[in-house]
């Protein structure tokens, strides 16, 4: 999924956008999401997600994480960073933030 | 013209000036063949001058805004009179200028050239050494595709590991909370006026110490450098000296003359780097590295154990540039010739090996999936399979096993290379391996796999039993 930066400087270009991964699934019936941050935990390298394999793989280090973010494999030490989301009017909106580092996020 | 000539001299006065800097003398030793160990300081030099050049040339056309740099950076490449030329020069140059930084460096060191009265000589050049790998960096950057953008995200996630300013680093690395329109801005100042400003001062300082403090002789095993009486033999050793010009600095030139045109053939012969696909936080298939200089370092981040990983990444630099500035305040005198300094050429063959192998190591990136979407198993693997082990095979590419794991030559390096796997490892270890992964990398499949794909995808395996 793409994602504008609400305030870009004008000559940004592309780099006002944003992606992340979004993650659809049922809670007790009702929809639920998960929205992960592309970056992977370790360096920020941006992960891939390979859906037969139900993995994504980052292409720098070899950080393997699951299609729920928790660390399958390789050197990060923790789960994909999650976005904050809420569902409004039918569309869902994710919060804009900064980028994710280990310090940041807990 | 010899009129012309005099009548600037009288008004310049060159002759005792620039000129007598020119024939300075040195000791007498430099004419003997270990003289040309004496010259990668110069060849540096040049090799910067060329740097200079041709950055002003880039600086002409390219436009350091996220939304132009990368075009800007395509018309040069192929419309612009001898753009890539140019730009090949520059990018050539950079890693001629990490190169013989470091081996002038190693040089000096191995001389004891760093000792009493020269330490400050040193420090000078420890900052340049520090410049160069900073000039070496934001360079790349600027190239501004997805490597370049990549590198800055890894760079500011590496910053923000420092403890207390790590997360005031990390946002004076992108230049705001993320990577944005300010980011380039920002690299691009750095890269062409604050690191080069830093360098005219340092450099400044350091050709005045060359100058001022004399070329250090070559050393001699067992002389050993007293502060109370080095002065004295070094003046004694100049008085029996040599001029510089034109006795020693013709070797400067030649040597440096010979780096410049090999950088300018090897940017003929191989052109500047590959622009990758523009810089796009939305590309998220992405294979980002570092320039080749750079390969052993990220090798670093690939291999650490985990525990260890901050510390290597805050500790390790920390730690190189502290000994390079303390080594002369501490070791300023003593022994000189490194045959009597073991321990001298251990710090610099340990490293020097350490990072070739890195280097290597980072160019085959064993430690990364495959991930390529044409993969597949080499066609003497799937011929005469049962439907089973067919599809098996199937699932083994489909499921990303095979961007890990080796089969007969082919695949990722990541893991195992499970070619003959049905003779080692018995049916249900390899069924637990699969279910519930373990051994640091290999995740577990039991929530991505079907009993029938686990029956087929073992059957698969089992059909390995040889190479």
Not at chain 2, 191 to 218: D, T
């Amino acid at each position: 999924m793409h994602f504008r930066d609400p305030s870009p400087l004008p000559w940004a270009g592309q780099l006002a956008e944003t992606a992340l991964w979004v993650r659809r699934r049922a809670v007790d019936g009702s929809e639920a999401f998960q929205v992960f941050s592309v970056h992977c935990t370790h360096l920020g390298c941006p992960v891939n997600w390979r859906a037969d394999a139900r993995l994504f793989l980052c292409p720098c280090h070899g950080g393997v994480f699951y299609e729920d973010g928790r660390v399958a494999g390789g050197p990060p030490e923790r789960p994909l960073f999650e976005r904050v989301w809420r569902v409004a009017a039918d569309r869902l909106e994710v919060k804009p933030e900064a980028l994710p580092t280990v310090k940041t996020k807990t | 013209m010899r009129r012309a000539l005099r009548w600037l001299d009288e008004r310049f006065e060159f002759g005792d000036t620039v000129l007598a800097v020119l024939r300075h003398p040195v000791p007498r030793a430099l004419e003997r063949p270990v003289g040309w160990w004496y010259v990668f300081g110069s060849a540096t030099l040049g090799v910067f001058v060329v740097q200079i050049v041709t950055g002003i040339g880039l600086a002409m056309t390219y436009v350091p805004a996220p939304n132009s740099a990368y075009d800007s950076l395509q018309f040069i490449t192929s419309d612009a009179t001898l753009g890539a030329l140019l730009r090949g020069i520059h990018y050539w140059g950079a890693g001629a200028m990490v190169v013989l930084v470091m081996v002038h460096m190693s040089q000096v060191f191995l001389f004891g050239a760093y000792k009493y009265p020269r330490e400050i000589n040193w420090l000078s050049g420890s900052l340049l050494l520090l410049g160069t790998l900073a000039m070496a960096f934001t360079g790349q950057l600027l190239r501004w595709d997805q490597d370049a953008f990549w590198s800055v995200v890894v760079a500011a996630e590496q910053a923000a590991r420092a403890p207390l300013i790590g997360d005031w680093l990390a946002k004076l690395v992108v230049a705001g909370a993320d990577v944005g329109g300010a980011t380039l801005t920002r690299f691009y100042a750095t890269h062409v006026f604050l690191i080069p400003a830093a360098i005219f001062g340092l450099l400044a300082v350091h050709l005045y110490l060359v100058i001022r403090r004399g070329i250090s002789e070559p050393p001699t095993p067992g002389e050993r450098i007293d502060r109370a009486t080095y002065r004295e033999r070094y003046r004694a050793i100049l008085a029996k000296g040599i001029p510089f010009y034109p006795d020693a600095a013709y070797r400067d030139a030649v040597v440096a003359f010979i780096a410049v045109v090999a950088i300018v053939v090897l940017a003929g012969v191989f052109g500047p780097p590959q622009l990758g696909k523009p810089a796009d936080p939305t590309i998220v298939v992405a294979d980002p590295r570092p320039d080749w200089y750079f390969l052993g370092y990220f090798a670093v981040l690939a291999l650490i154990p985990r525990e260890a990983e901050s510390l290597v990444i805050i500790g390790l630099p920390l730690f190189a540039f502290a000994y390079l500035f303390a080594l002369p305040l501490l070791f300023p005198d003593g022994e000189r010739h490194w045959s009597r300094r073991p321990a001298a050429l251990a710090v610099v063959a340990i490293p020097l090996v350490a990072y070739a192998a890195l280097t290597i190591a980072g160019f085959r990136s064993n430690w990364v999936p495959v991930l390529d979407e044409h993969a597949a198993l080499p066609a003497a693997v799937v011929a005469d399979l049962d439907p089973t082990a067919r599809r098996g095979a199937d699932l083994f590419v489909s499921k990303s096993c095979f961007a890990c794991h080796q089969i007969a030559g082919a695949g990722g390096r990541r893991g195992p290379d499970l070619s003959e796997v049905g003779a080692r490892v018995p049916r249900d270890r390899i069924v637990t391996r699969i279910l519930s992964g373990g051994g640091g990398a290999m995740p577990a499949y039991a929530g991505s796999l079907t009993p029938a794909e686990l029956d087929d995808l073992v059957a698969f395996l089992e059909t390995r039993t040889k190479r």
